[in-house]
């Protein structure tokens, strides 16, 4: 193992962060058929900015889809979205400190 994975991180809310990135919870099939790219990330990341995706998570999903299609995005255009996603989630809550 390479060196301690918090090494770097500001505050224990960017490791938590981080942490939900390092442990996904959810798969996203990306892409047109024939083409699709399996996309693994973090239930927590996407629920904490999106009430799209809160609502989708709750309680009652609890893990109902173990894959979910999304044909109509592209892989790359989705991973820019969740890296943007957790840069935002990580600036929210620094900015919205007490």
Known sequence: MEGDWREGLSCPFEQLVKFAAMNPDVT???????????IKTS????SS???VFEAMFNETWKGQEKIIP??????????IFLKVTKALQITKHVCHKS
Not at 28 to 38: A, I, L, T, W, Y
Not at 70 to 79: H, M, N, T
């Open 28 to 38: 996203f099939s990306v892409g047109e058929e024939g083409q699709e790219e399996e």
């Open 43 to 46: 239930t927590f990341i996407l």
């Open 49 to 51: 900015l999106s009430p």
């Open 70 to 79: 999304l044909p109509d995005i592209q892989p790359k255009v989705f991973r």
